[in-house]
């Protein structure tokens, strides 16, 4: 039999008012895969990812985590059972030190959390160095690694991330991507959306491309077709 899929969506719609912002969409990840979520403003990548971790309320269709539906689980729920998010906009505690708020993000127990502690460290060595400082004090890119660290400590099976990249030096950006890619190489599956194609396609495998809610392109991230990317980024 094929293996289930660690996140099955089947028919999401999802939309504000109106509107429809997600248009009955199916899309399935394997475990340990690297998923770079593509399109331009407005296609509906934000809402994809808020509609996975119950942050949007669904209109029509369905979520299924390692074969169990998460459908009707509140977000808190969902993260317990394998889901970490990462929203836009690198949301850490500017007052708290960077080990404190990795800390508080831990719903383990105090040894879990420890060792939880140290291999974000190790994938993030800047933060190891600044472990006491504030965070305010921390480079935009560092605070991006923080944000994405506080989503590692409760051990996701499926880490969802909205535009690491905004905001950030192409150097920056370079190493939030890199850790991506550490990340999914250690067996988390990773489903990260972006505007700035070229550095979430080295990062990652495949390529979901999304125009009007819809999926409009889906195949190996480096054998994506540019006419497929046109008319992701500019309706063909
Ligand atoms: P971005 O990169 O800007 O986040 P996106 O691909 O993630 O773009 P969404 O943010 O999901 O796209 O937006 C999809 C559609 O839903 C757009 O038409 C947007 O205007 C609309 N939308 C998003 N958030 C809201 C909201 N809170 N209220 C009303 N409409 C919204």
Redesign the pocket.
Known sequence: PVPEPLLRIEGLTA???G?V??DGLSLSLAAGEAVALL????????????AILGLVPLRGGGLWLDGEAITTLTPEKRVRRGLGYVP?GRRVFPGMSVRDNLEVASPLGRAARADDLERVFALFPDLAGKAAERAWRLSGGQQQMLAVGRALMGRPRLLLL??PSLGLSPKLAGEVFGAVRSIAAAGTTVLV?E?SAARALAATGRAVL?RL?RIVHDGPADRLPEDALREAFLGG
Do not use: C, F, P, R
């Not at 331009?40 to 808020?50: D, I």
């Open positions: 939309g504000y008012g509107a912002a997600v399109g331009a403003n407005g296609a509906g990548k934000s809402t994809l990812l808020k836009e909205d535009e959306a505007q999304m809610g």
